[in-house]
Nanobody
Framework: QVQLVESGGGLVQAGGSLRLSCAASEGTFSSHVMGWFRQAPGKERAFVAG????????DYGQSVKGRFTISRDNAKNTVYLQMNSLKLEDTAVYYC?????????????????WGQGTQVTVSS
């Protein structure tokens, strides 16, 4: 089972930027679809971004399009989420997750393994 460890969360002012990283424990990561999700208190886990195993397909949740960018470095077994122009409503715990196939990449229940999450707090 692939282990994922997120890092890079923290406290940032509205309008600022953060870069999240998700490091995988083994090389099978490089053949898997990776996704970022977030969960705010009292809300369901929501799709943020997804990337195919080669990085040639990406997609984003509507609320983050144009502000967030997902990327991956398979040589480093790492996927990233660059978050710009952060808003108060971006405050949440962010999780990365992996699965073998691109189908239904936006559905959290389709992912096979998850990281422990990293807190992102955007202040005014």
């Amino acid at each position: 089972q692939v282990q994922l460890v997120e890092s890079g969360g923290g406290l940032v002012q509205a309008g600022g930027s953060l870069r999240l990283s998700c490091a995988a424990s083994e090389g099978t990561f490089s053949s898997h679809v990776m996704g970022w999700f977030r969960q705010a208190p009292g809300k369901e886990r929501a799709f943020v971004a997804g990337i195919s195993w080669r990085g040639d397909n990406t997609d984003y949740g509507q609320s983050v399009k144009g502000r967030f960018t997902i990327s991956r470095d398979n040589a480093k077994n790492t996927v990233y989420l660059q978050m710009n122009s952060l808003k108060l409503e971006d405050t949440a715990v962010y999780y990365c997750a992996g699965k073998r196939y691109w189908e239904s990449y936006w559905l959290p229940e389709k992912y096979e393994y998850w990281g422990q999450g990293t807190q992102v707090t955007v202040s005014s």
